[in-house]
Structure formats: structure tokens, C-alpha cells
């Protein structure tokens, strides 16, 4: 089944981990490459009906991603649900604290969890790997206060195993860039708004058209800062004027390319050590 045949073993301790944790399981599912393995890892495990792909339904993520779930579910043969979340009307969310991302996923598991039992389902699981422990991910932190277990990170599955195993299935999200929610992009303190979301997904919808993958754009304001790979600053100067006015059109007035290139989590770089220690010990006001 398996070309490298130092992978099949790895895939077959994640479907018996996975197992073990119970009968029928409900994936926390972004239609990202590593929730994607772990759907098609649980429906290898225990069969597609014993298997729901939940899709948190939000204006933080665009359009696109939500169409690609829906349509990975079903290649994937088993059940996918929408549950739609209210982040935003949370305001400890809204004002982008560092904590922002405990919030939101406290707002997801809460709703998935009530699927979980409407369904008389056993458990939730999520796509975290041994290689999201490195950053700042208070996140994480309330899947654990829910009960969320994650396989992969469980037995030190990596990303880079990950898109290899992928590959292996034929899942074409083995290559997908990595996709975090829009409101990765804006910096902390900046306020979140259903307006200033569909800002970004705007800017970005223009990159994406143009054939670019793994970028990010920055909300500054009036300021859209564009990280891509440098390998493809070439081609961000080649399609500038097409770029300008589609960006422009979303409503900035000012369009910048970072010459650092695209960093994932670069919004985190002015985190002090001692308050990204603070947010994985300490729990803020929820």
C-alpha cells in the first residue's frame, strides 16, 4: 500500500491510537492536510458511520475553505456538519487579546461538543501534531479543558510525517499550505470586526485567483502588508498592478510586500517569552 514502507507502520499506530479512544468520534475538521489524515484515519479506524467531519461555521474563515470541507468530506465518504459559531459577539474574542484564540476554540468544541452528545457520539478529536507544541497556541488549552483528544500529537506524529502519509492515501491536501483562521491577521489590540474579516478575505481572494499559495495578508489599518515565499516575489511584481487594485478595491489604501517573506504565526514575534509562559499556565477570565 505504501511505497515508503517506513510509513504504513506509523499510519497503522495512529488508526489503532485512534481505536482505542472509543467507538464513534466526531473530528474537529478545517479541510486542513492534518485534520483531513485524521478523518480518513478515524474512517480507516471505525468505519465511516461511526465517524462525523464538524466544520466550525464562522466569518473568520473565508467562503473557499468551508466549500473544500464539504466537498473533502464527501470524497472521504462520511457525515459532515456545520456548527456555527458566535466568536464574535464575544468581546474578551473581539478585542484580539493574546488570549484570542481560547476563546475561539472554546466557542468551537463548546458547539461541537453538543453534537457529540446530541449524537450519543463518545469523543472529539482534533488535528493537533507533536509539532504544534512550539508556539503560541492558547487553543490548545481549551481543547484540553473540553476533552478534546489529539492522536497525532499523542504519539508524536509531525507535520512532515503527516503530508508524507497523505501523499501515500492520495489525499490532495497533502501539500495544502498551511491555513489559519483570518483573524491570524490582524496584530493584537487591533479589534475584530465582521467587516474588517471580509476585508481580508478579500485582499486575499485576489492572491489566491492569481495562482499563489502559502501567503498571508496583514491587516495594518489602512495597510495591507502581502507575505509571500520569496520565491514568488518575482511574481508578486509581475501581477503588482493587478494585485494593487484588487487589494485596494477590498478597501486599503496602501499595499506593501514584506520582504521577510512569509511567516507562520509572525503576528506572535512581539510575544514576550514571559507572557507566552503566563498563557499556557494561567487561564484568562472565561
Same mark, same amino acid.
Given at each position: 500500500?505504501?511505497?515508503?514502507?517506513?510509513?504504513?507502520?506509523?499510519?497503522?499506530?495512529?488508526?489503532?491510537?485512534?481505536?482505542?479512544?472509543?467507538?464513534?468520534?466526531?473530528?474537529?475538521?478545517?479541510?486542513?492536510?492534518?485534520?483531513?489524515?485524521?478523518?480518513?484515519?478515524?474512517?480507516?479506524?471505525?468505519?465511516?458511520?461511526?465517524?462525523?467531519?464538524?466544520?466550525?461555521?464562522?466569518?473568520?474563515?473565508?467562503?473557499?475553505?468551508?466549500?473544500?470541507?464539504?466537498?473533502?468530506?464527501?470524497?472521504?465518504?462520511?457525515?459532515?456538519?456545520?456548527?456555527?459559531?458566535?466568536?464574535?459577539?464575544?468581546?474578551?474574542?473581539?478585542?484580539?487579546?493574546?488570549?484570542?484564540?481560547?476563546?475561539?476554540?472554546?466557542?468551537?468544541?463548546?458547539?461541537? #461538543?453538543?453534537?457529540?452528545?446530541?449524537?450519543?457520539? /463518545? +469523543? !472529539?478529536?482534533? @488535528?493537533?501534531? %507533536?509539532?504544534?507544541?512550539?508556539?503560541?497556541?492558547?487553543?490548545?488549552?481549551?481543547?484540553?479543558?473540553?476533552?478534546?483528544?489529539?492522536?497525532?500529537?499523542?504519539?508524536?506524529?509531525?507535520?512532515?510525517?503527516?503530508?508524507?502519509?497523505?501523499?501515500?492515501?492520495?489525499?490532495?491536501?497533502?501539500?495544502?499550505?498551511?491555513?489559519?483562521?483570518?483573524?491570524?491577521?490582524?496584530?493584537?489590540?487591533?479589534?475584530?470586526?465582521?467587516?474588517?474579516?471580509?476585508?481580508?478575505?478579500?485582499?486575499?481572494?485576489?492572491?489566491?485567483?492569481?495562482?499563489?499559495?502559502?501567503?498571508?495578508?496583514?491587516?495594518?489599518?489602512?495597510?495591507?502588508?502581502?507575505?509571500?515565499?520569496?520565491? #514568488?516575489?518575482?511574481?508578486?511584481?509581475?501581477?503588482? /498592478? +493587478? !494585485?494593487?487594485? @484588487?487589494?485596494? %478595491?477590498?478597501?486599503?489604501?496602501?499595499?506593501?510586500?514584506?520582504?521577510?517573506?512569509?511567516?507562520?504565526?509572525?503576528?506572535?514575534?512581539?510575544?514576550?517569552?514571559?507572557?507566552?509562559?503566563?498563557?499556557?499556565?494561567?487561564?484568562?477570565?472565561?
Amino acid at each position: 500500500m505504501f511505497q515508503n514502507p517506513a510509513l504504513e507502520p506509523r499510519y497503522a499506530e495512529l488508526t489503532r491510537h485512534i481505536a482505542g479512544m472509543g467507538s464513534s468520534i466526531v473530528v474537529a475538521f478545517s479541510a486542513g492536510v492534518d485534520s483531513t489524515l485524521l478523518v480518513r484515519a478515524t474512517r480507516d479506524a471505525l468505519g465511516a458511520d461511526r465517524v462525523i467531519a464538524a466544520t466550525g461555521l464562522s466569518d473568520t474563515y473565508p467562503a473557499e475553505e468551508m466549500q473544500e470541507a464539504r466537498e473533502l468530506a464527501e470524497e472521504l465518504g462520511v457525515e459532515h456538519v456545520l456548527a456555527r459559531t458566535e466568536e464574535l459577539t464575544d468581546p474578551r474574542y473581539a478585542q484580539n487579546s493574546h488570549q484570542r484564540c481560547f476563546f475561539c476554540k472554546s466557542e468551537l468544541y463548546g458547539r461541537l #461538543d453538543r453534537i457529540r452528545e446530541e449524537r450519543g457520539f /463518545d +469523543l !472529539i478529536i482534533d @488535528g493537533t501534531n %507533536a509539532d504544534d507544541l512550539g508556539d503560541h497556541r492558547p487553543g490548545l488549552r481549551a481543547a484540553r479543558d473540553l476533552g478534546v483528544r489529539s492522536p497525532m500529537q499523542e504519539i508524536g506524529m509531525t507535520k512532515d510525517e503527516i503530508r508524507q502519509i497523505s501523499n501515500e492515501l492520495g489525499l490532495r491536501t497533502w501539500d495544502k499550505p498551511a491555513f489559519a483562521c483570518l483573524s491570524s491577521r490582524f496584530p493584537y489590540g487591533t479589534p475584530i470586526t465582521v467587516e474588517k474579516l471580509r476585508q481580508v478575505a478579500e485582499a486575499e481572494r485576489v492572491l489566491r485567483q492569481l495562482g499563489f499559495k502559502g501567503f498571508r495578508v496583514r491587516h495594518h489599518d489602512t495597510i495591507a502588508r502581502i507575505e509571500v515565499s520569496p520565491d #514568488d516575489f518575482l511574481a508578486v511584481l509581475e501581477h503588482h /498592478d +493587478l !494585485i494593487v487594485e @484588487g487589494i485596494k %478595491a477590498s478597501g486599503y489604501r496602501f499595499v506593501t510586500l514584506d520582504l521577510k517573506g512569509y511567516t507562520s504565526g509572525s503576528l506572535n514575534e512581539g510575544l514576550s517569552i514571559k507572557l507566552r509562559e503566563a498563557s499556557t499556565h494561567t487561564a484568562s477570565s472565561a
